[in-house]
């Protein structure tokens, strides 16, 4: 028998005591120290809650300690953090937290069952494994299953559901009339009604594939893209605006809209969809990357380093929690201060995320020149060069006699041979590193030519650049583009020096550049340099220009040179020359800007670290680019990673054909949006805490179907309205609907209502006032200001420039358009993957009485008037085929008569777009 150690003895007496009971020599985890931990410790880590991440009711996760280390360390009870903080070692952290201190006795307890090796017998308690869960299990195609009714089945999709309709004893409905399919198909499908003339050509078109044509017309439509993208960009949160109490105009958002509704009518693979979207930039495709930043983002910055590190941690937690919902249907962004709670993703894997966006930014950047762009800068550069040597006779000042500025500076020397050219600063407009947008070297040709080009053949050099930074490389001094943001700076203080070696030795006599073309800034201007040139590298170097030659800085005001002509001729001729140099420098700076983007800047990023509890000021452990391992293992990097190629890793991880949530995310999305309700009821959540799948073999077939077919979603698409389910009837009956009362079992169409976007873009389009203008920068549905705090006050009035369709409208976040926002728009203040549908008096007053309605009640009117002639019968025919796609009944003709007589032909439009049929689709 082992006997009780002195040093405890005193303790042991002191319980029998206190207690009348007799205790055992040896500590016994169940009688002894389970009893103190329930009492005491269970409340704050127990199964109900686990403060820093500690739990002490399961030997392993109690063994594993919590995010201040180890509680427990067998054998070391000194070492254990549990017994230092029972006995108050750290007065900041005494534990319990709340309620009676533990005694001396029962701090005896735990530290002699932990010095007696902590031992914990198999009690029972278990933790059921996080990773064992149906959406990270491998995607498995299966076959459909068989079914009694093969007569009611279209495609394999039917088999699945009719499967499961007679496990439950349901039966589906019969098939919807044409008048029903076609303007169900084409509200789902593009978003608008049919025409009359389209629901007759079904009508009448008796091939065995009607249906199948009419579907395969509205895939290739225009319009389909721009129907789905909303889709898509409700769940990743797109705006026009910042957000935040600000919430100022974001005006170039839109190119990334533009970029996903041709992405969806490209039918752009979805794998590639992704990708691109992560890592444009490096695929030709920029404006995908607009995906990255385009939630909000608070643009007032704070001096206090604390709020401004908050602020940076909030950006890109942004971006790796609207990346895991968006693409992996996964709450990832709930393992930013501690283990997810549900879901197998760590504290560590979440940073491990941040680090692979920590090299990302808000901001705009300009989107590459087309080669038509640049053909056209060339030619513009030339054509503007001539001009400039026309006019050199007609200068009267000495134009190097003239001061340094900051927008553009000429320097004109005897023609020479050249091949190296050398820019060599030793001084700045204010001391710091010096900045230069272009550098320019002219031949002296018949037609002058920018040799310095890097698509001319100029290589440039420097001393060094401005490391950390993609507006401010080397590569910009000669990419023919002016401005700040593609400017190089040196990484030295007040000095530096650039060199372009040209394709080829060349007769120069003119040098242009400047420190910002747009006269944005007024910086790191060079204000004493010296221009050298060389037929070799090595020499010799002769001075043909320098800072020397000019006044004396003062502040950079621009001073061009002065002309004067002494004939009547001569005078006329200047006049012309000056106006088409005005001309072609405007030309010159607009092509050379190019377009802008807001699609996210990029730097390479330092360090990244845990943050304790996701406090910003609390760093914990470095950790290295990776991805979620529970997930999908392999996507793991080295600290110092170019931050592009981070990026590129995350795209392909996440389109990686063995990744289990990527296709399954996707297609139950498209599901969702043809059924109201997806596979998977909560779109971005396939955890733990997420819905369970109604069809978990159709979700994996339609996956699977997916991948093998190129992922390619307009054939998921065509395979979902094609099939028999999707075309029942939305009849209902007492005995299914008492059984699966949302239809989420499909046997029958579940009616939905149209979204604000349709109702709007129907009204238009019914009262023959839509623009199906495509692209571009949208229109606006809030009166202009310029307030530093953005004042939203919604417009009453509209004319033609607002009748395209609503996906096109800027969109500023926390704002709802004025009449239609009341439709449950979303307001990109975070990602929205299923809208609600409710029904307020709100949206009734604004259907009946806003301006909007009752204008295009009047254009209705018009298009029936001028349409079907003036007889009123005739009028409300075409009034239903418009909006209903359908004939008007006998009993609803004379109705609508009566009310047209009564209060005329607009108040029966009026009432026409408020109908439930024209809201509904069946």
Request: aromatic share 8%; net charge neutral.
């Amino acid at each position: 028998m082992k006997l009780v150690r002195p040093g405890i003895f005193a303790a042991c007496l002191f319980i029998v005591a206190a207690t009348s009971a007799p205790i055992a020599a040896a500590v016994d985890y169940s009688r002894d120290v389970r009893p103190i931990l329930e009492k005491s410790c269970y409340s704050c880590h127990g199964p109900d809650k686990q403060k820093a991440e500690l739990r002490l009711d399961v030997r392993s996760l109690a063994m594993k300690g919590g995010e201040s280390g180890a509680a427990i360390v067998p054998s070391k009870s000194s070492e254990s953090l549990l017994i230092k903080l029972v006995r108050g070692e750290d007065a900041d952290r005494v534990m319990p937290a709340k309620g009676a201190r533990l005694s001396e006795a029962q701090i005896a307890i735990l530290r002699e069952w932990i010095d007696s090796g902590a031992a914990w017998p198999d009690d029972g308690v278990r933790v059921a494994d996080k990773r064992d869960h149906w959406s990270l299990k491998p995607v498995v195609r299966v076959e459909p299953p068989a079914v009694s009714n093969r007569a009611w089945e279209r495609n394999a999709i039917d088999r699945f559901i009719l499967a499961r309709l007679e496990k439950e004893h349901l039966a589906p409905r019969r098939e919807a009339d044409r008048r029903t399919l076609i303007r169900r198909v084409s509200f789902d499908l593009i978003g608008l009604p049919p025409t009359p003339e389209e629901v007759e050509a079904f009508m009448t078109d008796r091939s065995v594939d009607a249906y199948e044509k009419v579907v395969d017309r509205l895939l290739a439509s225009p319009r389909f893209g721009e129907r789905w993208a909303r889709h898509w960009l409700d769940v990743v949160r797109y705006g026009d605006s910042h957000g935040f109490e600000m919430n100022q105009p974001r005006p170039n958002a839109w190119p990334y809209r533009d970029w996903v509704i041709r992405a969806l009518n490209e039918d752009m693979p979805y794998d590639q969809f992704v990708r691109e979207q992560i890592a444009g930039d490096a695929l030709g495709a920029d404006a995908a990357t607009g995906f990255l930043v385009a939630g909000p983002w608070d643009q007032v910055k704070s001096p206090d380093p604390a709020l401004t590190a908050q602020q940076r941690a909030d950006e890109l937690h942004d971006m790796v929690a609207v990346t895991g919902s968006a693409f992996l249907g996964l709450t990832v962004g709930c393992a930013r201060c501690h283990d997810h709670k549900f879901d197998p993703i760590s504290q560590v894997d979440y940073y491990r995320m941040v680090a692979l966006f920590a090299g990302v930014r808000h901001g705009e950047r300009a989107l590459p020149l087309t080669d038509e762009s640049k053909r056209e800068l060339a030619a513009s550069r030339e054509k503007l060069a001539a001009v400039e040597g026309k006019l050199t006779p007609f200068i009267v000042n000495n134009r190097l006699g003239l001061t340094v500025t900051f927008t553009e500076n000429e320097e004109r020397f005897a023609a020479v041979q050249a091949r190296f050219v050398r820019f060599t600063i030793s001084a700045t407009s204010n001391a710091i590193e010096p900045c230069i947008d272009e550098l320019e070297i002219y031949t002296a040709e018949e037609k002058p030519r920018n040799a310095a080009l890097a698509s001319a053949g100029g290589i440039a050099t420097a001393s060094g650049t401005y490391a950390g930074n993609p507006s401010h490389k080397l590569e910009h001094l000669n990419d023919g583009r002016y401005g700040n943001s593609q400017s190089w700076i040196s990484n030295q203080r007040g000095k530096g020096w650039v060199q372009i070696e040209l394709a080829a030795t060349a007769r120069i006599d003119r040098i242009v550049w400047g420190r910002d073309r747009e006269g944005k800034y007024r910086d790191r201007l060079p204000t004493s340099y010296a221009i050298e040139v060389a037929t070799d590298a090595a020499g010799p170097w002769r001075q043909v220009a320098g800072s020397e030659a000019r006044r004396p800085f003062a502040g950079g005001a621009a001073e061009g040179p002065r002309y004067a002509a002494e004939s009547a001729g001569d005078r006329e001729e200047l006049a012309r020359l000056l106006t088409e140099q005005k001309s072609l420098k405007e030309t010159v700076q607009r092509l050379g800007e190019g377009a802008k983007i807001y699609a996210g800047q990029f730097e390479q990023p330092g360090a990244t670290h845990r943050l304790n509890r996701g406090e910003a000021l609390s760093p914990k452990e470095a950790v290295t680019p990776g991805g979620l391992a529970a997930v999908l293992p392999g996507l793991d990097l080295p600290a110092d990673a170019p931050e592009r190629e981070r990026r590129v890793a995350l795209a392909k991880w996440l389109t990686n054909p063995a990744n289990p949530l990527t296709a399954r995310v996707i297609v139950n999305r498209l599901w969702q949006h043809h059924f109201g309700r997806g596979l998977v009821a909560t779109p971005s959540d396939f955890g733990h805490m997420g819905g369970t799948p109604t069809h978990p073999e159709l979700l994996d077939w339609l996956a699977s179907e997916l991948a093998q077919g190129g992922w390619r979603m307009k054939a998921i698409h065509r395979l979902i309205v094609c099939s028999a389910a999707y075309r029942q009837s939305s009849d209902s009956d007492p005995t299914a609907r008492a059984a699966d009362g949302d239809a989420s079992l499909l046997w029958r169409f579940p009616p939905q209502r149209l979204q604000a976007e349709s109702i709007r873009d129907s009204i238009l389009a019914v009262s023959g006032k839509l623009d199906l203008t495509a692209g571009g920068p949208g229109f606006d549905f809030f009166k202009p200001n310029t307030n530093y705090v953005r004042v939203y006050e919604p417009k009453e009035d509209f004319s033609p420039a607002e009748f395209r369709r609503m996906i096109y409208a800027q969109k500023p976040r926390l704002q709802a358009d004025g009449v239609f926002g009341a439709f449950d728009c979303p307001d990109a203040g975070q990602t929205q993957p299923r809208r609600a549908s409710s029904t307020t008096p709100l949206q009734a007053m604004n259907l009946l009485n806003s301006r909007f309605v009752l204008q295009q009640s009047e254009f209705l009117a018009e298009r029936l008037r001028r349409d079907a002639g003036e007889d009123a019968a005739a009028q409300v025919g075409l009034a239903f085929r418009l909006a209903f796609a359908r004939e008007v009944t006998e009993r609803e003709r004379e109705a609508a008569v009566v009310l047209i007589r009564g209060h005329g032909l607009a108040a029966f439009c009026r009432a026409v777009f408020n109908a439930n049929e024209f809201l509904y689709v069946q």
